[in-house]
């Protein structure tokens, strides 16, 4: 947490990186709570995947430009008006025009101080190259005003971001990558003692422990089995249980959608339920699957970036979380998008 502030207050940009619940949203809020840089922007990906558009919406809205408007800011034509702007240097009178004819640049210089902005979930967004030129544009004109701290799993757009090729308008730029990885057994349980104490919910420490080796350290579903644990008469065993259930209804969702984005997602399900009981090589998934080298590469490349999936030092590839496998050893679900 520390280094995530001391970044900020030093002007690094910063990657804050990690499989799904594991806590990239609540670091970078919590980092930006606690930095003395006062002008902050957030923007969410999932909520808006063109990152032009909610740049200009969120920087108008705090900018000087908006505060000395009268009223409620009114951007613009609406939406179609926002996205035709561009992110050029705009000449002449700033106060007197328009809205809708502010710059990008425009804004991020009208800050009397630093701004930093948090791009939550950047996986969401489209148009790799788009966003890879427009933050380019601002790294290399706006060093100084502007910080900017994206989160997300190392995906899509997250992907050019972090290696961009020779050919990306990126490319060059000095980021400070942070990997967050899972809570270790003694904080996991830690974490729901504290939780427990807290609300007067009587536990056993084996119990707890018990949970602990099931959740796996991920945050996410440590806080989901806390909450129904805690704010009910639950025992240990009916908490896990209705966690696991709840889980499950949340991965379906979220595997449904990464379906209606991913062609290749029929085959990304038959090498996660293939490697569910047991981690395998490459060469093993390739024979037993029957699928040829680059199709396998291709699909299994997808599942890391999604952060399904990890490669141990043997090579063997295995699945991250254990509700995931959990929710695959149930089939039947997992088998109605894969069709
Ligand atoms: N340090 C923490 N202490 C307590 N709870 C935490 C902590 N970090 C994360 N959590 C909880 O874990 C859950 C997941 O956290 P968060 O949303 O920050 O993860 P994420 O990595 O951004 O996940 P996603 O990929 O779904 O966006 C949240 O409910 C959050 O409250
Ligand atoms: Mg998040």
């Known amino acids: 947490m520390d280094d995530t502030v001391t970044n900020l207050e030093k002007g690094r940009w910063m990657v804050l990186l990690g499989p799904r619940r594991i806590g990239k949203t609540s670091l970078a809020r919590c980092a930006l709570s606690k930095t003395k840089i006062k002008n902050q922007i957030i923007i969410d990906a999932r909520e808006e995947s063109n990152l032009e558009k909610s740049l200009l919406r969120a920087l108008l809205s705090s900018s000087r430009f908006s505060k000395k408007s009268s009223g409620t800011v009114q951007i613009g034509g609406g939406i179609g008006a926002i996205a035709s702007i561009s992110f050029g240097f705009t000449k002449g009178s700033s106060e007197k025009k328009s809205l809708s004819s502010f710059s990008i640049s425009e804004l991020i210089e009208s800050f009397s101080s630093r701004i930093v902005i948090l791009i939550d979930e950047a996986q969401w967004l489209r148009n790799p190259r788009g966003v890879s030129s427009l933050l380019a544009h601002i790294y290399d004109y706006h060093y100084d005003k502007a ?29 400070t990558t942070m990997e967050i990885g899972r809570w270790s057994g003694s904080t996991s349980l830690g974490f729901l003692e504290r939780g427990s104490k807290e609300t007067g919910k009587e536990y056993d420490i084996h119990d707890l422990s018990l949970v602990v080796e099931r959740l796996d350290g991920i945050p996410g579903w440590l806080t989901l ?14 908490a896990l249980k209705k966690t696991e259930v709840e889980a499950f209804r949340i991965l ?16 990304q399900i038959s090498i996660l339920q293939e490697i569910v009981e047991t981690p395998k090589k490459f060469n093993e998934l390739g024979r037993d699957l029957g699928i040829n080298h680059t199709a396998l590469s291709h699909n299994i490349d997808m599942l890391q970036r999604l952060c399904y999936v990890t490669k141990n030092q043997e090579g063997e590839y295995s699945i991250i979380d254990p509700l995931v496998s959990e929710y695959l050893r149930e089939g039947t679900s997992a088998k109605s998008y894969a069709k």
Request: proline share 3%.
């Open 225 to 238: 089995f806390g909450y129904i644990f805690s704010s009910s008469n639950r025992s240990y065993k009916q």
């Open 147 to 175: 910080t900017l701290m994206i989160t997300g799993s190392a995906v899509g757009v997250m992907r050019s971001i972090l290696e961009p090729s020779a050919k990306s308008p990126f490319y060059g730029r000095a980021l």
């Open 252 to 267: 379906k969702e979220e595997l449904e959608n990464v379906g209606k984005l991913s062609l290749g997602w029929k085959r």
